[in-house]
């Protein structure tokens, strides 16, 4: 009985060595086979713990630049053309995570000339509302930072005097000799001097509005080198965005008025409680919204989705900004809405004489809207030129396959086009053309270096290997 048990004990042992040995083997072949395919996609502890590290050195040092105290000297620039609001080049913005560096803008360079409207277009991820973002200051930190790269605004701000206030306009007789009046208390009541003589003050002359106005110059400013705390003179006042969901912009728990007061209370100096009601008022009448008392004492909740719009275009007009950033407005709205929106937008841009740059993904939106066109792919630009150009002589195969892929009524096809294969990893991007997987007309040129933008006419610009000198000798 005791040599059985010998026996059997034996053979359950050998038969766990074998079944141990088998196993073994296989974790083996596994890792073998992961590190052999290991291509980016897949990182160990160590090399995510290396990277986070790496990744905190840059962000921490981008916040410390964000927070300075520095002079006006710093941020101060000059426009390469005289003609443009806005100037951004070689602009880069990244998001720093543990698998590595997303840079979802990639080297953008375009111009936004004074009174136009330039629309920027492309399929979702391609950078556009990260650019946007960058030019207001609101990436989310630490993670999203402007790495680098210039974006330069032409400002209209305060003139300020010898102890750093703003310099008032007063109002002046024929003669121009400054008029004045008698000063009042809170409560209406004029206030006397020492002899009992009412107390005089210069008539501060106001706008249409009833706001206070003051001396005004014309700066340059670099916001990619501006600290934060300098950015807020020009955000909300200069710069006004409207965002692409109204509903999440609105503060739920305060009235359409409060909102559209603090523009006003903020960025125009010694403005009064009174004054800015009235100038809210008169930005939701020039909106085109009924009765605007009622919707300045209501909640966002209490509004229609057309109507939150018209609230945040008139929170947007409220500062006269020089630059409205329009981040896909017309996306949550129906069709009929989307119309009278971008009639108000467009007709405004005219009354204003302020410039837009309007970002969508709606081709449509574009060709009725804008003057000039920005295609990106990728985090980069790949096409640019005025919107008869890029609807009319699109270059680039992206371009074309976005034409493409616009529903007409003409079509003979069942199914709508779609441009095949998908967007490379945003973190492991290759040195060749970044739609070279994608594209139906792709040269033996496109596995080499990533084009450079090729001129093809004076206000249309390419970056594809086909329209290179190169190329064209070669035909």
């Not at 200051?137 to 703003?166: A, H, V």
């Not at 930005?283 to 909640?299: H, Q, T």
């Not at 449509?364 to 990728?378: N, P, T």
Request: aromatic share 8%; glycine share 6%.
């Amino acid at each position: 009985m005791k040599e059985w048990f010998k026996k059997v004990g034996v053979a359950v042992a050998d038969w766990f060595k074998k079944v141990g040995s088998v196993i073994a083997g296989w974790f083996k072949k596994i890792a073998a086979k992961f590190k052999k395919e290991k291509n980016g996609n897949y990182l160990t502890g160590a090399e995510v713990r290396q990277i986070s590290k790496e990744n905190n050195k840059v962000m921490h040092s981008l916040e410390k630049k964000k927070k300075r105290k520095a002079k006006e000297e710093e941020f101060v620039a000059e426009m390469k053309d005289s003609s443009n609001i806005l100037e951004i080049e070689n602009l880069h913005s990244y998001f720093f995570t543990d698998q590595g560096v997303v840079k979802a803008v990639n080297g953008v360079s375009f111009n936004v000339p004074q009174g136009s409207t330039v629309g920027i277009v492309g399929e979702s991820g391609c950078g556009k509302s990260v650019t946007s973002m960058s030019i207001m200051q609101l990436l989310q930190g630490p993670q999203g930072q402007i790495y680098s790269g210039s974006i330069r605004f032409k400002s209209l701000d305060f003139k300020l005097d010898s102890k750093g206030k703003p310099i008032p306009i007063y109002e002046t007789d024929e003669n121009g000799e400054i008029l004045y009046e008698d000063l009042k208390d809170s409560k209406g009541n004029v206030k006397l001097d020492k002899d009992g003589s009412p107390k005089k003050v210069p008539v501060h002359k106001r706008d249409i509005y009833g706001t206070k106005q003051y001396e005004m110059e014309e700066k340059v400013f670099d916001i990619a080198q501006m600290p934060t705390k300098e950015m807020y003179r020009l955000r909300g006042r200069q710069l006004a965005m409207i965002f692409q969901e109204p509903m999440t912009s609105l503060n739920p728990v305060f009235t359409i008025g409060d909102q559209l007061d603090e523009v006003t209370l903020l960025h125009v100096p010694e403005a009064t409680k009174e004054e800015a009601k009235k100038r809210s008022l008169e930005m939701l009448n020039l909106v085109g919204i009924a009765m605007p008392e009622r919707v300045y004492k209501s909640y966002p909740h209490e509004l229609s989705g057309g109507m939150r719009q018209r609230v945040m275009i008139a929170m947007a007009l409220e500062g006269n900004p020089r630059l409205i950033i329009a981040d896909e407005p017309t996306t949550a709205l129906d069709v009929t809405i989307q119309a009278q929106i971008l009639d108000l937008l467009r007709s405004l841009k005219d009354r204003i004489n302020g410039s837009i740059l309007l970002i969508t993904h709606d081709l449509g939106v574009i060709a009725e809207m804008a003057d000039y066109v920005v295609v990106m792919y990728a985090g980069r630009i790949i096409e640019q030129g005025t919107a008869s150009e890029i609807f009319h002589s699109p270059k680039h195969p992206y371009t074309i396959g976005l034409q493409k892929s616009k529903p007409t009524m003409d079509s003979d096809s069942d199914t709508l086009f779609s441009i095949p294969g998908n967007v490379p990893n945003p973190i492991n991007m290759p040195d060749y053309c970044y739609f070279r997987e994608r594209c139906s007309k792709c040269i033996h040129k496109c596995s080499g270096d990533y084009p450079e933008m090729i001129q093809v006419s004076p206000t249309h610009w390419v970056a594809c290997h086909l329209y290179s000198q190169e190329n064209k000798d070669e035909n």
